[in-house]
């Protein structure tokens, strides 16, 4: 396939960005589209260009790292995959393919198509985790029986793997459905419980503080969600949350 590409070009945070295009050619529809990247980049070098930064590490749809806007959708034309899996079969010869880097306030511009993703990192600290000590102090977790519905729900929201595109999907740039699978996971299981009403405190107010915008229920997040995190999370944190703020006002 001959492609052209249309590549959000942006030397650092501070500069201004364009769209530069790029043709390709003899493009193998078995490449995978970090491939057909890497073979850009390979002959941009080679030509003495600057290569076009893009962030990724596993290239297995496992560490949230491949964060590209193409054609307008957070990974892509197909659905309930990441950047790293998807194909060039997915494209056509003769088309333009539009590569942008996630738009969004609190997802700051690095290079090109990397974005500061950080952001998520600091909610995480807030509150993402388990603080209390279980070593010989506990019984073992899986000798505390769970029901399984619990069990599978919070697996399900434990698959976020943190890479943005429901924030970049959003109109308000909201990362409500990251935070809600993070709480989730931890509400729906005992050991979560400890320290569950602090948690979604302090973790929905350092994304607030953050400047992550507010859900306004377009499910635009669950549709572009490589790992189909579903909004009824977005209910079971608001649930938590307003418990929490109930229980620390009595
Ligand atoms: S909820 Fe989905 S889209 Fe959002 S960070 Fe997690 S895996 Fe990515
Ligand atoms: S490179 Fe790790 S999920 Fe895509």
């Known amino acids: 396939m001959n492609l052209t590409l249309k590549i959000w070009r942006q030397a650092g945070p501070d500069e201004k960005g364009q769209f530069v295009n790029y043709p390709v050619e003899n493009v193998s529809p ?33 560490c949230g790292m491949c964060s590209l806007y193409i054609n307008g959708r957070p990974h892509g034309p197909d659905s309930a995959i990441t950047t790293c899996q998807l194909h060039m079969r997915k494209f056509k010869d003769g088309d333009t393919v539009t590569i942008e880097p996630w738009r969004a306030r609190p997802f700051p511009v690095i290079k090109d198509l990397i974005v500061d993703r950080s952001a998520f990192d600091e909610i995480i600290q807030a509150g993402g985790y388990v603080s209390i000590k279980t070593l010989g102090t506990l019984p073992d977790a899986n000798a505390i029986p769970i029901p399984k519905i619990n069990a599978d729900l919070a697996m399900d929201a434990a698959s976020c793997i943190g890479c943005g595109a429901c924030v970049a999907a959003c109109k308000n740039a909201s990362a409500m459905l990251f935070v809600s699978a993070k709480v989730s996971q931890f509400a729906l299981l005992p050991q979560g419980r400890v320290e569950a009403k602090i948690r979604v405190q302090n973790m929905v107010s350092k994304m607030d503080e953050l400047g992550f915008g507010n859900c306004t229920n377009t499910y635009a997040c669950e549709a572009e969600c490589p790992k189909e995190i579903k909004v009824t999370n977005i209910a079971r944190m608001n649930r938590e949350f307003f418990a929490a703020k109930v229980c620390a006002e009595k």
């Not at 970090?34 to 596993?58: Q, R, S, T, W």
Request: with cysteine; glycine share 6%.
């Open 30 to 62: 078995d490449s995978s589209f970090l491939e057909m990247l890497d073979v850009l980049n390979e002959k941009l070098i080679a030509e003495g260009n600057e290569p076009v930064a893009f962030d990724h590490d596993c290239r297995e749809g496992i």
